[in-house]
């Protein structure tokens, strides 16, 4: 999403079964959800759960950029919606994963014992040289956008250079790896279904 200065809407969001992740690239976003209102810079991540009004407006002098995934909330019998998160993700230390001398790195703004969320949307950092050392598959879809730096990336059975700007979407089940060559940190945002059965 590109919002010009001064843009913005009152009624982001129409549909009561939606959910939505906001995380802003570049700007500064006023946004009102529940009565308060948080401005959320570069960095800024907010989960919105369904059935919240919230209203989104670029008070700033530059345009305000940022990635707004929404999806249908999928219920489950005896669990609450989730809670409304604001965050930065320059407040929230990265998990390394286990071997990789934390070379190899997720910045999760949801707990992932959390199983009202259905959706996760985190950030990927590998620093220069780190690897997927091996072809990993995932039974749902994921979707990634580059914020930062270069790679060589595994789909199928095809390397991909990616560089921050491309986005990617992968299907269930495809094998995939990844090499971050350097000169300097491989970022992405990273979507995927989480805690609920996939539909038959």
């Not at 800024?44 to 940022?66: C, I, K, T, V």
């Not at 910045?107 to 050392?133: C, K, N, Q, Y």
């Not at 995932?138 to 250079?161: F, I, S």
Request: charged share 25%; aromatic share 12%; proline share 6%.
């Amino acid at each position: 999403m590109e919002v010009a200065p001064e843009g913005g809407s009152a009624r982001a969001e129409t549909d009561e079964e939606a959910e939505a992740v906001l995380f802003v690239v570049e700007g500064q976003a006023s946004l009102t959800v529940d009565g308060q209102t948080h401005v959320l810079e570069a960095g800024g991540y907010a989960y919105l759960p369904p059935a919240h009004a919230w209203e989104l407006y670029n008070r700033g002098q530059s345009p305000l950029r940022f990635h707004w995934i929404r999806k249908a909330y999928q219920e489950v019998e005896g669990l609450d919606h989730p809670d409304v998160l604001i965050l930065n993700e320059r407040d929230i230390a990265p998990t390394p994963m286990a071997g990789t001398d934390g070379k190899w790195a997720t910045t999760r703004f949801v707990d992932p014992s959390d199983l009202r969320h259905d959706m996760h949307v985190t950030i990927v950092t590998f620093e220069p040289g780190a690897v997927i050392p091996f072809l990993e598959t995932h039974v749902m879809e994921h979707g990634l956008y580059v914020l930062e730096g270069k790679a060589v990336y595994r789909l199928n059975t095809d390397w991909v250079e990616v560089e921050a700007g491309d986005y990617m979407w992968l299907r269930a089940f495809c094998p995939q790896a990844c090499y971050a060559g350097g000169p300097g940190k491989f970022r992405y945002l990273l979507y995927k279904d989480v805690n609920r059965h996939m539909p038959l």
